[in-house]
Structures are given as C-alpha cells and as structure tokens.
C-alpha cells in the first residue's frame, strides 16, 4: 500500500525550516527518501535503518519511528536548491519499494 | 561511470499499439525495477527484476510485461496501449533487492498514447 506523505505543498523562504512527514500502513524495515526536481529523475537523499543506522550523503536529517511506521525529513536552513518535490518510499524488508504521492517544496528568495 | 541509461527518451503511439522501452542499468547492478510516473503524482511501481528473475509486481494489469537480459538490461513492453498508459517510464537499478541500497534512476521515457 501507499504510503502517506504531508503536508502536500509547502513554500518557504530561504533560511527557513520544514518538515515532511510519511506513515505507512506495514511494519517497516527502512525508509528511503528522494528528491525530484521539475524534469528531472528522482535521486536518492538517504536510506534509514531499523535499529537507528542512517544512511545518506546530503544535509539534511531524518527520524525513523518503527514502532509508529513513521519517518520524518527535517529540512533546515533551507537553500533554494532543496525546491522539488520529495518522495518517502518505505521498505518492509526485500520488498520493492512504494513511493508517495510527494511533498512539493518551494524556496524562495 | 555511466548511469542507468534509457531509450528512447521521447515516443508517441496511438490507442491499441505496442511499445517497448529499454533500460541498461548502472555496471555491476543486477536488479532493475520499472515505475510509472503520471504527472504531478509519485512514481508507481510496476516490476523489479533481479539475476533475471521477477522479484515483485505492482498492480497493473497482464498488458505489461518486462524482462530482464543476462547482461542485466531490461525491456518493459505494454501491449494495446490505452490513453492512460500516457506516462513517464523510470528504470532504476540497484545492487540488489535488499532494502538497504539506494536505486539510481535513468532519465525516463515519456510515453504519449494519442
């Protein structure tokens, strides 16, 4: 089953926070997260891990609560460069992965 | 190195034709997965290959089909195309199908089905 992101849409200003939310339905092994930008392929922004381990190569944080199926990606300080629209993609073990509907994310100056 | 590379990028059929896209993915990935992306939505899984063998199926209908090559490259085929297979098609690859690797997604194809 999908999972459900939100918000939907956020705008912010350059320098502000946000978070994006995702739930899932199953009990989870992993969380992925990518960031697609307007004409562009998804790509990859980090892999969190049942028991804690967390891994990514960008700036930005997330939570993974197994107990809740839930995860959270903090976007903090945000650049202009973090606009696109953000895709969670929960794991329940060797499963392929099901993405979102997404999180459209707008900086502005 | 080269990414996962798609072909063709651009394609326009009409109601009822086949098509068939192509996907080579990243040197030593042995899994490749399919997903359909209609605008403004998230992308929706349709296969994943892995060693030549179906290691999962979304839910869309037999119309689909997909194989995977002893070289690891791929082919998705859609058979009687409808208005709403309109779509762009990504091919991702991966190591392997576990879920702790991350998937590296080509360019796509953008299907248009007039």
Redesign the interface.
Known sequence: Q?PVQSPQAVILREGEDAVINCSSSKAL??V?W?RQKHG?????LM?L?KGGEQ?GHEKISASFNEKKQQSSLYLTASQLSYSG?Y?CGP?S??????????TRLSVIA | DAGVTQSPTHLIKTRGQHVTLRCSPISGHKSV?W?QQVLG?????IF?YYEKEE??R?NFPDRFSARQFPNYSSELNVNALLLGDSALY?CASSLG????????????SRLTVL
């Open positions: 999908q092994y992993s992925h990518y562009e392929a998804p790509v990859f892999i891990l891994k629209t895709f794991d073990g060797n499963t392929p992965l099901v993405f979102g509907k997404g | 997965s997903y939505q998230g992308p929706q899984f994943q290691r999962g979304g990504l199908v576990t879920s702790t690797g991350e998937l590296f997604f080509g360019e796509g």
